[in-house]
């Protein structure tokens, strides 16, 4: 009886192990899109974050803008993965690419999905204020939608904000990674928090988009799709439900579409945002 509890500890201790090394260190996608395939005008970037990283990006200019948009890319993938479904803002606004830490072509030894991802972000916003950019609007998909949030309550950085088929709570994710598994999630989840706590100094329970925007008044719109498959429709009603105070936060919710489809009237929905609040 007792080596059969020892046996199911030791699973759970090995493989929430196993699960956190697998979600730091995730394949590294390079989607081999490229702003010469649709600009001739572009500039290649590279960030420094506060700890140090260099971070590679993409400045495409619009010059009959003061304004810029940050596009924020999801998890795993890159820079140009993002770079085809947002090109169109474009047409009215500066853009700003780039790769997050150990994603695509930018250093960094794993991701934290969220946690010191901040920082690239911030690198970015000092990068723009150099170029005399104060009109700065930030889209981000999935982890990028995230990251985007968790700078929501820092006003005069960030005018405006579009978060895409985000996360509420990383604790939350952590336990979603085992979902398949039934109630084994549970204490999986909760372990795997310890090993990030343990191994990486993070606490996962502080990586919050939902209580990072609970005071904010920025203008925020959420986006999600009540079928998204990876990241469950509940993390749209919480940030929802965050926002409950927010006058200039507004909600897109989607039927029948999965994680990362942009469906119709895409485009002008997230362009009149932009031109609204920018």
């Given amino acids: 009886m007792l080596s059969g509890f020892f046996a199911i500890f030791l699973f759970l201790i090995l493989f929430s192990l196993f699960g956190l090394l697998v979600s730091i260190r995730p394949p ?15 500039e290649d970037i590279t960030l420094k974050t506060s700890d140090g990283l260099a971070l590679k990006g993409w400045f495409i200019p619009q010059p009959k803008s003061d304004k810029v948009i940050v596009a924020l890319h999801g998890y795993p993938a890159d820079k140009g993965d993002i770079l085809p479904g947002l ?5 009215d606004f500066n853009l700003l690419f780039f790769d997050f830490r150990y994603f695509g072509e930018s250093e960094g030894f794993i991701t934290t999905v969220g946690a010191r991802e901040v920082r690239d972000l911030l690198a970015s916003l000092e990068f723009l ?20 949030l968790m700078r929501a309550d820092h006003s005069s950085d960030i005018k405006a904000i579009v978060s895409e088929s985000a996360y509420a709570e990383l604790s939350l994710m952590a336990r979603e990674t085992y979902r398949h598994l039934l109630i084994l999630k549970y ?18 329970y502080d ?3 939902v209580k990072k925007i609970k005071n904010s008044q920025n203008p925020i719109l959420i986006i999600h799709s009540t079928t998204d498959q990876v990241i469950p429709f509940s993390h749209a009603l919480l940030l929802k439900e ?3 105070n927010n006058p200039k936060a507004e909600f897109w ?18 362009r009149g945002f932009f031109q609204k609040y920018l």
């Fill in 28 to 42: 590294r996608i390079h989607s081999h899109v490229h702003p010469a395939q649709y600009v001739s005008s572009f």
């Fill in 129 to 148: 204020k150099t170029r005399g950019f104060h009109k700065i609007g930030v889209w981000g998909f999935s982890l990028g939608g995230a990251v985007a």
């Fill in 87 to 91: 090109f169109f803002l474009n047409k």
């Fill in 187 to 204: 204490p999986l989840g909760l372990l795997t928090g310890i090993w990030a706590k343990l191994l990486l100094g993070v606490n996962i």
């Fill in 207 to 209: 990586v919050s988009p």
């Fill in 242 to 244: 965050a926002l409950g």
């Fill in 253 to 270: 919710f989607r039927e029948g579409l999965s994680h990362g489809q942009l469906g119709t009237e895409y485009e002008n929905r997230i």
